[in-house]
């Protein structure tokens, strides 16, 4: 089955620099990916989805790039401020061989920005 | 246009004691999803329903029942609940399987303690 791992639980960064998360998958190639981010006490919010035929893929301060030969993606935040402090999911579809269906998603278990001023 | 409701916000049951959980959508969205979030765990999925009438076990099912009789509403039951589904509870809703339409909306949250 495929596994999802953003490599951190944590990250901590100052304001105004670039914050980078990652998200790591194994065992197939999905045909897209999605981040999210969730504030505490609420409901993940979806940020940004990149498909496998786009590197790079940007939404005012944030990119995210797909690299399916590294099986990663990248998700940045520029010029960060207090307030992008939240928890970013990345998710994945099943592989198209399960039977899940496309309508599944699998999540990762996030890592924790806080941006400190 | 509210979203993703969910209905109630906090619970606090005794082992053994049944509830039912609701989540309403007012997107016409065809599919919904029941998930539960723990710490260290991440979102995993419970059921899931891809039309009216129609439901889906997900990775963690065990202990729940969920039934899809109108297509706004999606009901997550427990019927007789145990410690170990103490968690924050979310419903989520997709428009459709079609491509450009994967984005999941999700509900505020149930937070539910079992003693």
């Not at chain 1, 998958?25 to 993940?44: E, I, M």
């Not at chain 2, 924050?88 to 399987?97: I, L, P, Q």
């Amino acid at each position: 089955s495929q596994k999802i791992e953003q490599n951190s639980e944590a990250l901590n960064i100052q304001e105004g620099k670039t914050a980078t998360l990652t998200c790591n998958y194994t065992n197939y190639s999905p045909a897209y990916l999605q981040w999210y981010r969730q504030d505490p006490g609420r409901g993940p919010v979806f940020l940004l989805l990149i498909r496998e035929n786009e590197k790079e893929k940007r939404k005012e301060r944030l990119k995210v790039t797909f690299d399916t030969t590294l099986k990663q993606s990248l998700f940045h935040i520029t010029a960060s401020q207090p307030a992008d402090s939240a928890t970013y999911l990345c998710a994945l579809p099943p592989p198209s061989s399960s039977g899940a269906g496309s309508y599944q998603l699998t999540f990762g278990k996030g890592t924790k920005l806080s941006v400190i001023p | 246009n509210a979203g993703v409701t969910q209905t109630p916000k906090f619970r606090v049951l005794k082992t053994g004691q049944s509830m039912t959980l609701l989540c309403a959508q007012d997107m016409n969205h065809e599919y919904m999803y029941w998930y539960r979030q723990d710490p260290g765990m991440g979102l995993r999925l419970i059921h899931y329903s891809v039309g009216e009438g129609t439901t889906a076990k997900g990775e963690v099912p065990d202990g729940y029942n969920v039934s899809r009789l109108k297509k706004q509403n999606f009901l997550l039951g427990l019927e007789s609940a145990a410690p170990s589904q103490t968690s924050v509870y979310f419903c989520a809703s997709r428009y459709g399987t079609s491509v450009y339409q994967e984005t999941q909306y999700f509900g505020p949250g149930t937070r539910l303690l079992v003693l």
